[in-house]
């Protein structure tokens, strides 16, 4: 089975569009959402709805911090974040809201699970940053193959004979091999808002059968995904990040 890996969608529709699109392609089977589908962009109704779709279809859907906000506002976030959660409350409408506040923190298929942020205590909303912040999160999970989003930035952590995790930066397009050997955790980067100043959206996919996983870059049309949130008054360093991918 072919799963497309997809998160941080921070409402943004045209970049979500085309990495479902992208995997279309690729004969992909099932999906798995790890969640923020919400901030940041000027599509939040657009995205959660698609993403209900899903769901209901058996899509794997999670909660990410952006998304917990719209319930309970958080005093963590900036200034800009902020304005785009005050923004997506006010154009959710109660059921959209409503799916978000019920949505899981965690999804186990053994032998993978599935995070927004860490196992370790998914309601913290920890970065896995480090092979040792990896290290602790499968642990935590206790399955050979975990994957998370939050970070915005794609990486493979992988266990080593000395019982830590190794650190690898994937390619786009290159399949990698991720056998039961050893543990695998991969962030999976972001599709609404990748910050390594490529501003191409980011996904994922696995595929359990080959065990096998490869990451994508896909291009989109980021500048009338700016032009949104500009139009939408949101604030214009918002535009800016997803036009420069930072």
């Known amino acids: 089975m072919r799963v497309a890996l997809l998160s941080d969608i921070h409402a943004n529709l045209e970049a979500f569009e085309a990495c479902l699109a992208h995997a279309a392609t690729r004969g992909v089977d099932g ?81 993978a699970f599935f995070v927004h942020a860490s196992a370790v205590a998914p309601q913290r909303w920890d970065y896995i940053d480090s092979p040792r912040a990896a290290r ?58 990748p910050r390594d100043r490529n501003p191409a959206a980011a996904y994922a996919m696995f595929d359990d059968r080959r065990l096998e996983i490869t990451f994508f870059r896909v291009p989109y049309d980021h500048h009338a995904a700016a032009d949104k949130i500009r139009r939408a008054g949101l604030p214009a360093s918002l535009a800016y990040r997803v036009e420069a991918g930072i």
């Not at 995790?165 to 991969?186: C, D, H, K, T, Y």
């Open 136 to 193: 602790r999160c499968v642990d935590a999970a206790g399955q050979t193959h975990t994957f998370c989003g939050h970070v915005h930035e794609q990486c493979l952590y992988f266990g080593t004979r000395n019982g830590r995790m190794g650190e690898f930066r994937p390619q786009s397009g290159n399949p990698i091999p991720v056998r039961a050997s050893r543990q695998w955790l991969a962030a999976v980067g972001s599709v609404g808002q």
């Open 31 to 111: 999906y798995a959402l790890l969640g923020d589908f919400v901030g940041y962009g000027a599509d939040a109704v657009a995205v959660v709805e698609t993403v209900m779709r899903m769901a209901a279809e058996g899509a794997i859907a999670l909660k990410g911090n952006h998304d917990a906000a719209i319930e309970r506002s958080e005093s963590y976030f900036n200034e800009p974040a902020r304005a785009a959660l005050d923004w997506a409350r006010e154009t959710l409408d109660a059921g959209q809201q409503r799916f978000l506040a019920q949505l899981p923190l965690i999804a186990e298929r053994p032998p």
